[in-house]
């Protein structure tokens, strides 16, 4: 290698370096604001007919501890052990979600908010998304100290 093509592999290398880094704050600081200003508006779009289906595992009493267990596998490490928010992802103990019928929940389940980070679970067999909506649902609201908050008083995020 001459040196001129020495200069030009280091340019290469520190402008990629740059890059990388540039990307890395971008995406820190996309997630702070995401976190404050923009949760539960996709849940909020689900279709009337979406909405409407009936969960046909709301009798299943053994549906919230299948999906309690799906929860920790698959939504804790974004949402929280408790799902009452974690890094990646929010609360999920929030009048937006606790609120929203079984439907909303699940076609959200089925169609993520990819753009933003909440992956898409189609793959998950219909009755593990059902399941994982009778876990959510059996949780209710809780304020952000995790304490429970009467109804009066909880917090309307956003
Ligand atoms: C890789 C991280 C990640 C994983 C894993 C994840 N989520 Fe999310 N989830 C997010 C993010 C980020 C949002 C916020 C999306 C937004 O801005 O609307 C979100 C939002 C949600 C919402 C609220 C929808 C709305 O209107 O914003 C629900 C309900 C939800 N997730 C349920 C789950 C469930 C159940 C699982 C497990 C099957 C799961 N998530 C797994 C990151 C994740």
Request: charged share 20%; proline share 7%; with cysteine.
């Amino acid at each position: 290698m001459n040196s001129s093509m020495h200069v030009a592999v280091a340019a290469l290398a520190t402008s990629t370096l740059l890059l990388l880094v540039l990307q890395s704050s971008a995406q820190n600081s996309a997630q702070v604001v995401k976190h404050k200003d923009y949760f539960y508006e996709e849940i909020a779009k689900a279709p009337e007919k979406a909405r409407a289906r009936i969960n046909p595992l709301a009798a299943d009493r053994e549906a919230v501890q299948a999906g309690s267990n799906l929860f920790q596998q698959h939504c804790a490490e974004c949402h929280g052990d408790s799902a009452d928010g974690g890094k990646k992802g929010p609360s999920l103990r929030v009048p937006q979600i606790q609120e929203a019928t079984p439907g909303a929940i699940f076609w959200l389940l089925t169609n993520g908010v990819v753009r933003r980070g909440m992956p898409v679970w189609s793959k998950l067999p219909e009755p593990q998304r059902w399941q994982l909506v009778s876990y959510l649902k059996s949780l209710g609201i809780r304020s952000g100290d995790g304490t429970a908050a009467p109804l009066a008083q909880q917090p309307k995020p956003n």
